[in-house]
């Protein structure tokens, strides 16, 4: 895993892990955030053990929103995004 050392706050490990220490850096900020991950990635939660595509699925169709992310070299850009 990659690892972020340019940001360290004092008194903490030298080495990060970038996923986390982006998190925790976002949320300190106040930033809204997205993950990414692919189609087939696992995660556990308190009802089981989900890939991604059937945790997608269980969000209501009403909770869904297409959104603008900015224009790309292909045009604009739209994502899903479901609170």
């Given at each position: 895993?990659?690892?972020?050392?340019?940001?360290?706050p004092a008194?903490?490990?030298?080495t990060?892990?970038?996923?986390?220490?982006?998190?925790?850096?976002?949320?300190?900020l106040g930033?809204?955030?997205a993950?990414?991950?692919?189609?087939?990635h696992?995660?556990?939660t308190?009802?089981?053990?989900f890939?991604?595509?059937?945790?997608?699925?269980r969000?209501?169709?009403?909770s869904?929103?297409?959104?603008?992310?900015?224009?790309?070299?292909k045009g604009d850009?739209?994502y899903?995004?479901?609170?």
């Open positions: 895993m990659p690892t972020n050392r340019a940001y360290t008194g903490s490990p030298a990060r892990s970038t996923a986390a220490w982006n998190r925790r850096t976002a949320r300190a930033f809204d955030y993950l990414a991950v692919k189609a087939d696992t995660a556990t308190s009802a089981g053990r890939t991604a595509t059937r945790l997608a699925a969000v209501p169709a009403k869904w929103m297409r959104m603008s992310t900015g224009h790309g070299l850009r739209h899903d995004w479901a609170p």
